[in-house]
């Protein structure tokens, strides 16, 4: 009875440890797949507070990326889906993105005043 429990949480363990998703045939780099990550937020934003500017520029934020990157919809979505079975890396990717975005967010609201004030 030892020898099956602990065979049952070795299996266990092992099985929990591997990522269940398999790799991409064309895996991204963790740094471009966090900077496509943070491209959609930035993009899906402007969308959702002016969604006229980028109909009007005839930009669709998919189509975008996928010129960016030089990847296809089939890529794109097979490493999304491989590195968000990887709890841990995602969310260190996603806190990257949030470190850029609140980086990017200060920068624009420092140079704001100065706009403000050629425009008087």
């Known amino acids: 009875m030892k020898k099956f429990v602990v065979l049952f949480f070795g299996i266990i363990s092992i099985s929990c440890s591997n990522n269940p998703v398999p790799k991409p045939d064309n895996l991204l780099d963790d740094e471009v797949m966090t900077d496509i990550l943070f491209d959609i937020a ?8 002016m969604p006229f500017r980028l109909t009007e520029k005839n930009i669709k934020i998919n189509t975008y ?12 979505y097979q ?39 050629r425009l008087k």
């Not at 930035?42 to 507070?49: C, F, M, V």
């Not at 260190?92 to 920068?107: G, S």
């Open 42 to 49: 930035i993009l899906q934003a402007a969308d959702g507070s």
């Open 65 to 76: 990326i996928y010129k960016k990157y030089e990847i296809d919809s089939t890529t794109y």
């Open 79 to 117: 490493n999304q889906r491989y590195y968000a079975a990887d709890s841990r890396k995602y969310k260190k990717m996603y806190q990257e993105v949030l470190d850029r975005l609140d980086k990017a967010k200060t920068e624009n609201d420092s140079i704001l005043p100065e706009g403000k004030e």
